[in-house]
């Protein structure tokens, strides 16, 4: 186990709608970032967070945003949910400048 | 932006048999690293390169840095029914982001 705990562990939601996914990093991990990871793919990087601050953000569209909390847990938004959306949502915690970023289980998101 | 292609998608081999599984990429990399992914987990981290040409192991597990720096291979001698599970190459960039492959399903007969 990790020390990464997501929630929900799985969703489903409509087109259209807004979800909120939220991740506890592990203890003394001051960065965290979230990925996508479509069904048979490897995970895509949406973006990072360092000190409360988004630091970098992957190809995705604005309807995705994101949050992180002064004890470094976070949340992922997206608005507008599309039926593309759907698939597993993995939030990883690391030290910044450490390069072993630990993942959670993931949320599981399935849009309808 | 680059692209890691890894080898073979899939393989389905007999408990007991050496495995290898490897990953190319367009461009080069500074660091390497091999994930592994269980039904249901997040990926875990199996070994990371930094440097062309390295090989590490870990237990049954050995990795080596390519020294193109555009590939890097993933052995797993005398496999076990825990083998079982998806294997992934990453690159880590400087911002502590990490590109996956598309993954390397192995499954075990045991």
């Known amino acids: 186990e990790t020390g990464v705990t997501q929630s929900p562990t799985h969703l489903i939601k409509t087109r259209g709608q807004q979800v909120t996914l939220r991740c506890s990093s592990q203890?003394?991990?001051?960065?965290v970032s979230w990925y996508q990871q479509a069904l048979g793919q490897g995970p895509q990087f949406i973006f990072q967070?360092?000190?409360?601050?988004?630091?970098g953000r992957g190809n995705f569209p604005p309807r995705f945003s994101g949050l992180q909390f002064p004890n470094y847990s976070s949340e992922l938004n997206v608005n507008a949910l599309e039926l593309d959306d759907s698939a597993l949502y993995l939030c990883?915690?690391?030290?910044?400048?450490?390069?072993?970023?630990?993942f959670g289980q993931g949320t599981r998101l399935t849009v309808v | 932006g680059q692209q890691l292609n890894q080898s073979p998608q899939s393989m389905f081999i007999q408990e007991g048999e050496d495995v290898s599984m490897n990953c190319t990429s367009s461009?080069?990399?500074?660091?390497w690293l091999w994930y592994k992914q269980e039904p249901g987990e997040g990926p875990v981290l199996l070994i990371a390169?930094?440097?062309?040409?390295e090989l590490t192991s870990n237990g049954r597990l050995t990795a080596q840095f390519g020294i193109t720096r555009k590939d890097s291979f993933l052995n797993i001698s005398a496999s076990i029914p825990s083998d079982v599970g998806i294997y992934f190459c990453?690159?880590?960039?400087?911002?502590?982001?990490?590109?996956f492959g598309g993954g390397t399903r192995l499954m075990v007969k045991p």
């Open positions: 390169l930094y440097k062309a040409g």
């Open positions: 990883a915690s690391h030290r910044t400048g450490g390069t072993e970023a630990f």
């Open positions: 461009s080069i990399f500074n660091t």
């Open positions: 967070y360092y000190r409360e601050e988004e630091n």
């Open positions: 990453a690159d880590l960039n400087a911002g502590n982001m990490l590109t």
């Open positions: 203890s003394g991990h001051n960065t």
